[in-house]
RNA sequence: GCGCUCGUAGCUCAGUUGGAUAGAGCAGCAGAUUUCUAAUCUGCGGGUCGCAGGUUCGAGUCCUGCCGAGCGUACCA
């Protein structure tokens, strides 16, 4: 129970002075003598929440129901007490009590516009608080294997822990970001392997990188070869003449007179057809693969003269483990290349880190790990590995296995010892697909036997990034998309649609080397922004014709939203700054203004709501409603040519207001904005 | 077999500890441009929220069962 409290107070407690948590507050003290206690109070006054529908006010309270039902008395009644002893005069118009018992709230427009005349004095917050007890997190996010290039599957990872990272920094937590690269796996062993048999010194020369990547290739496809040669066919031949004869045993049967069972009958026969399938469908694969190696003269040359190519693989990486002088050479001078690639795409992506701690920094520490745990009876042999057994859990979490060699289990439980031990951080967040959350499960709990009990373990999952498909998002040959390539590819395509709405102006706006910057932006940003704006768990259809959408909640149109309103500024030739320290102030006459005003105001909100479980989307949303609001108001209420100089400088102070607002909330998901697109 | 995630408009997706008449974009239809950037905006049509029960003042949301999909399930990470 206590570690769930631990969970609540996660990085949701961010500020008090925002819109919501005035209202809660007031509330919370109004609720104390109807409802008792202090935590009930406050249980209740949670129930204050933003309105979903504006004709019920902009916030409503939906305490008086379950409080009613507590009390034994009618909620509406319930409803006219709780208004009662509300003091809120300052903050709202008189409440309305509707329908059930609704207690629907509408801010007073002096209220909202003192709070955005604060924000616009606050050049880097716009207003919003520091939490007020702050935390230290640690963020593991990204973390490719460093032998290969990054593909598809790294960037959910790495975007959404780079927002997280943003956003928890910005309201004041401590944030530690540690990429956990892999750069002591198998696929070391396999390069080594490569270099020792392929190696072209002078291709290395001429550009390391693609030298190594094309020895990975080249050995993993041998492997592969091998593998599915010897073992994977003749397993795959076997279960399917097992398949067979149990399909069609199942067909002959005598089908079932009660209904029950004939379904059931029905039912097994077709998960069996199903099997069947899917064995057929894997075996036309390994068999192609095959086929394709020994139809390629020079590929199947190599496959025949490394027959034991997977095994020497493992022995290149035990020697490197063990401390074998040339491959520990060889790493040394592997290394850096791969790494200076991968810092290449983060310089794109605008991600960085403040430690790389990769698999290899751990080495050393694996033994003690497995010999620490096994002294506490935690861990203990079982089939010749080193198992802790878990309750709840039919398989065990395995820290060393049979031939000694250590896993990820190993190297994460000896990650968490160092980040304990040298950080003390409240929280570690590990931002990993969706598959691997039996790992982390088991991880979690391991670590808490192990001692580790008063800190917050937290798997961020996500859903895959799939294809037109529906599946896995991979090239037609279905090899995984290269993380590079697919940047390339949006880049390329924004700065194709730059360039056809820029030409269409009746004079264009931008210089070539404007339309590249903006084209960069914009298609970077279209890749992070579709990523962010999904909801973190599920699955999404990987699509540049939707990111790269002028319409609709992506990036472009956030971009373009923001080029918009700037412009403004540029055509009037108005100095924003100098507007906010004019003491120009901002009315609200029309309905358009108010609507815009009151999104402006709940920006710091928005940011709780994310922090709560972690969820980008949410921000997203936020600011795609402060952009539609805008529009709403760009088409009804003239800045520029406003009926008075005043309504003129308060309508300049709003969009000075939703530019700075859409700036920084783009920039805490990593995204960056124009001046003019 | 067991476990986790999911099923919302023709398509892609949102839906805040359970809140009032379930939303957005695309696609379809109808409009707005001598422009403050139309790369835009406005309006219309479109739903038995997989199915069936249950919990309650109230269920897309929680519980149970069923149907369907994906993923995981002892020595890869």
Redesign the pocket.
């Known amino acids: 129970m206590r570690s769930l409290c631990g969970l609540c107070a996660s990085a949701s407690d961010i500020t008090v002075m925002n819109t919501l948590a005035e209202l809660r507050q007031r509330f919370s003290t109004a609720l104390l003598d109807l409802a008792g206690d202090a935590a009930t109070a406050a ?1 209740l006054a ?2 204050v ?5 504006p ?3 902009d916030y ?1 309270a ?1 305490c008086a ?2 409080l009613g ?1 507590r009390l034994g008395k009618p ?1 509406r009644e319930v409803a006219a007490a709780l208004v009662e002893r509300l003091d809120l005069a300052d903050l709202c118009e008189p409440p309305q009590i ?3 018992g ?1 207690i ?1 709230l509408t801010l007073r427009d002096d209220w909202i516009v003192a709070r955005l005349q604060a924000a616009l004095a606050d050049v880097d917050r716009l207003g919003v608080q520091r939490v007020a007890a702050p935390r230290t997190f640690v963020l593991d996010y990204s973390s490719p ?1 460093v032998a290969k290039p990054m593909h598809v599957g790294h960037i959910r990872s790495t975007v959404i822990g780079d927002a997280l990272y943003r956003m928890l920094r910005f309201v004041g937590h401590k944030t530690i970001s540690d990429n956990h690269i ?1 750069d002591w ?2 696929q070391f062993g396999m390069i080594i392997y490569g270099w020792k048999h392929f190696g072209d010194e002078a291709a290395f020369a001429r550009g390391p990188v693609a030298e190594l990547s094309r020895l990975y290739r080249l050995v993993n496809t041998l492997v592969e070869y091998h593998e599915a040669k010897n073992e994977q066919l003749p397993a795959l031949r076997l279960r399917l003449s097992d398949q067979e004869s149990r399909a069609a045993q199942l067909e002959l049967a005598p089908t079932p007179a009660d209904p029950a069972d004939k379904k059931r009958a029905a ?1 097994r026969i ?1 998960e069996a057809l ?1 099997d069947l399938a899917k064995t057929r469908d894997e075996l036309a694969d390994a068999e192609a693969k095959v086929a394709r190696i020994e139809a390629d003269e020079p590929l199947r040359k190599h496959a025949a003269a490394h027959p034991n190519i997977g095994a020497a693989v493992l022995a290149e990486t035990a020697a490197l483990h063990a401390g074998d002088a040339e491959n520990r050479a060889l790493w040394q001078r592997f290394l850096p290349p791969c790494l200076a690639e991968i810092d290449e795409t983060y310089r794109r992506l605008d991600v960085s880190f403040d430690h790389t701690l990769g ?1 290899s920094f751990y080495e050393e520490a694996l033994p003690q790990v497995v010999r620490d745990l096994a002294a506490r009876g935690l861990a203990r042999e ?4 080193q ?1 802790v057994f878990l309750e709840g859990h ?3 979490f ?1 820290i ?4 000694g ?5 190993t ?1 994460d439980l000896a990650t968490i010892r160092y980040r304990m031990d040298q950080w003390r951080p409240d929280a570690i967040l590990y931002v990993v697909d ?6 982390f499960t088991q991880l979690f709990a391991t670590a808490r036997l192990w001692g580790y009990e008063h800190v917050e373990f937290q798997h961020i999952s996500f ?2 990034v ?1 294809g037109d498909d ?1 599946k ?1 998002f991979k090239t037609r040959s279905g090899a995984s998309v290269g993380l590079a390539s697919l940047l390339d590819e949006a880049v390329d395509r924004a700065h194709a ?2 360039c056809q ?2 030409d ?2 009746p004079e264009p ?2 210089s070539a080397e404007e339309r590249r910057t ?1 084209a960069e932006r ?1 298609g970077i940003g279209a890749i992070k922004y579709a990523d962010l ?3 973190r ?5 990987f ?1 540049y014709d ?1 990111m790269l ?5 992506t990036a ?2 956030m971009q ?1 939203s923001y ?2 309103v ?3 500024f ?2 009037g030739s108005v100095d924003a700054a100098a507007l906010r320290l004019s003491g120009a102030e901002i009315t609200l006459t029309h309905p358009a203004e108010r609507a815009l005003a009151l999104a402006l105001l709940q920006f710091s909100e928005a940011l709780d ?1 994310v922090l ?1 479980d972690y ?1 980008p ?2 921000l997203t ?1 936020y600011l ?1 409603d402060v952009a ?1 609001r805008y ?2 108001f ?2 009804s ?5 406003a009926d008075t100089q005043q309504q003129r400088e308060s309508r300049l102070l709003l969009c000075d207001l939703t530019a700075r607002t859409l700036r920084l909330g783009l920039n805490l998901l990593g995204i960056a904005v124009v ?3």
């Open positions: 249980e949670a129930l929440l933003p309105s979903q529908d004709k019920f006010g409503q939906n129901m379950p039902k909620p509707a329908g059930p609704f629907n294997n892999g796996g198998t039912k077709q199903a698999e079982s089939h010749g590995a198992c039919d398989a065990p395995l060393q296995k049979q031939d060699a250590f896993l990820y289990a190297t969706h598959r691997q959350s039996l790992h859903g895959t799939l529906g896995p649609i730059v709405n820029d269409a102006r706006l931008l903006v914009v704006a999904h909801n768990t599920s699955d999404y259809k699509s939707k959408a002028m319409q609709g909640n472009a149109y373009y080029a918009r700037s412009s403004i540029d055509k709501r709560a969820r989307n949410l949303d795609y539609s529009a709403a760009f088409e209420c003239p800045v520029l040519r001046d003019r697109m």
